[in-house]
């Protein structure tokens, strides 16, 4: 057995409850198990509740500053405040909310963003605002292409810095980011399929006026309720969707008939929330610690996985229809995706066979996680050429 395969069959029994041992979960890229001491986060949020009543918020709060510290730290950002919330689809909308539409209608994006931005943003395309979706493809002239589609008139920039459906990195950012720095111009990156899965040291490759919103539902095993948007410490936003944690700053703004607002994170905050989450997640990124499962220890195994997963792939005989993963990993995010028209048909059967897999599309995506071993690599995809083959 390989090192990063003895280290994955080594890690399993802290993932009991989720049975990686008997389940093979190639759904990383979607939702990873979560660690068994997440429990013990969960509790300890009930017993707060139940100890201090109202007075619990002071330990809350403490738990969601150790979940901004974690993803501060895991994208290599000292210089950023981060907002958290239960979903991206929020935060984007607080976010939206305060730029100058009125004056600068125009939104420029790609057409392959995830549902919530694609979403919002359609139906803001629907309204007086012009949205437009650069396609993805070439990915290669996808950053300057996004500067290219920019006017007098854009508001924003947004898009994601690996793809979603196709798992591909998005290369040339920090020049797009400089660009639009310059021109003062926001730019929101998209980095729910970076964050733990990718070493990054925003530090030295991003300019501090990027917002960067991502979650831990992925890679990060938080679960749900992780969410975050990164802010530049000197924003001074006054989003319209505002909540009444924003209040809690020193305002920054002096006393009058307009609503005050602080800066940085404490613009986009918002309300009254469940702190379950962030207890959960708090004892999760202690986890990570106790295992030294630092990203690039992950990205490492992970390259490991994709590696030999591609090796098995490449072993089989398989349909006309189907086309293999090319791109050099070093190309990709954590998942390597199959083609297929058979791809959503396909991913049902190999659940029937214990094989957990998702699709977007013809795509077929395969995400393995730290907790995978090459013996469970080798059993999908001998599973899925059963499926493609109709040998079961």
Known sequence: MSDWSTTAAQLQRHYSAFKVSERILLTGHSHQAWPDVAREGQLLAFDHATTHVDDKW?????????????????????????VLGQNTQELLVRWLSALPLDR??????????????RRLLARLNETDLTVTRVATEPV???????????????????????????????????NLAQRCQERQLPLLLDAYHLVNALPYDMDTTLPDSTFVVGGGYKYCQLGEGNCFLRVPKSCDWRPLVTGWYAEFAELSQSAGTS??????????????YDPTSHYRAARVWQFFAEQQLNVATLRSINIAQLTLLRERLSQYHWPTHVELPSQQLAELGGFLVIRTPEAAAWSNQLRSLNVWTDSRG???????????????????VERLHQVATQTL
């Open 58 to 82: 002071a330990q809350a709060f403490a738990q969601a500053d150790r979940v901004r510290t974690g993803f501060a730290e895991r994208l290599g950002d000292t210089s950023g405040e981060y």
């Open 362 to 380: 013809n795509c077929l995506r395969f995400g393995p996680a730290p907790y995978l071993t090459a013996e469970q690599i080798s059993a999908a």
């Open 104 to 117: 600068k209608p125009h939104l420029v994006t790609t057409d392959g963003e995830f549902h919530s931005m």
């Open 259 to 272: 609503v005050a607002y602080g800066t940085g994170r404490w613009a986009f905050e918002g309300s009254t």
């Open 140 to 174: 290669d002239t996808l950053a300057e292409r996004l500067w290219a589609a920019c006017t007098e008139q854009t508001a924003a920039v947004m898009c994601s810095m690996v793809l979603f459906q196709t798992g591909q990195v998005v290369p040339h950012l920090p």
